[in-house]
């Protein structure tokens, strides 16, 4: 596809990334815009529908009916399910149309579902995005990869989205997010697990002065809040996005174990609503 600005865009999933994503790009003015979301229909699915009503975008009944005459896609599902959804629209999709895949999976999981969308003659990008979405909204820094993440990159970005292609490679994107997942999220896992000891025994002050004579440029009273509420509030998807790290670690013969210890730690550490 060239650097056009698309017509049409479709999300498959209708969660926080496709609300968020739509509200900026229809700001725009520029584009039209369905979804499709597997509740659509079912008394789970009543709130998503209304969202789609206030936002302005269009709910499609069926995957083929989102898929049809779509210029760009994404498939802003979940992790578990990104290798299906992409399988399950290829049938629907014909050249010339664009699969951005959001998801937080991991790189041979892209690799996979991109092989099922070219095997039909559309094209596959990956976008592996890096921070949550809420507050940058359609700002949200995304890395693309794929033959033709730089042109759907550009196209993008015209509508004020802030992709940057990385890799015509598919995996690498991902790669890169989770890499830098395992740092993160473990860095919150310890911390934590370090703020909870300590606050148990009444140590936390002295813990974390001493902390702060090793790292001074770190105010760790206001790190350790800050990490303990993202686990609160973001630990359920995190936990996934590390089980997506633990697997490509296995994959490429090393061992998952640490990942999925911080993956079960983001999980127990999840705010219950």
Known sequence: MAEATPATIAFIGF?????????????????????????????????????????????????????????ILFSAVTADKAEAVAAQAAPWLKPGQILVDVNSAAPSTKQRAA??????????????????????????????????????????????????????????????KLCRSIMIKGLEALMVDCTAASEAWDVKDAVFAS???????????????????RVATHGVRRAAEMREAAEMLAALGLDPELARAVADSQQRGARRS
């Open 15 to 71: 969660g926080e990334v496709g609300q968020t994503f739509s509200r900026g790009l229809l700001a725009s003015g520029r584009v039209r815009i369905r979804a499709y979301d597997v509740l659509f229909g079912s008394g789970a699915g009543q709130k998503l529908e209304t969202a789609a009503s206030t936002i302005g975008v269009a709910t499609a009944a069926s995957l083929e009916e989102a898929c049809a005459g779509a210029d």
């Open 115 to 176: 092989k099922a969308v070219e095997a039909g003659g559309a094209d596959y990008v990956e976008g592996a995005v890096m921070a949550p979405v809420l507050k940058p909204g359609i700002k949200v820094p995304i890395l693309a990869g794929g033959p033709l993440a730089e042109p759907t990159s550009a196209s993008l970005n015209s509508l004020g989205m802030n992709l940057t292609p990385v890799s015509e490679v598919h995996g690498r994107a991902s790669a890169m």
């Open 211 to 229: 902390l702060h004579a090793t790292f001074p440029s770190i105010d760790f009273h206001a790190l350790s809040a800050d990490m303990r509420e």
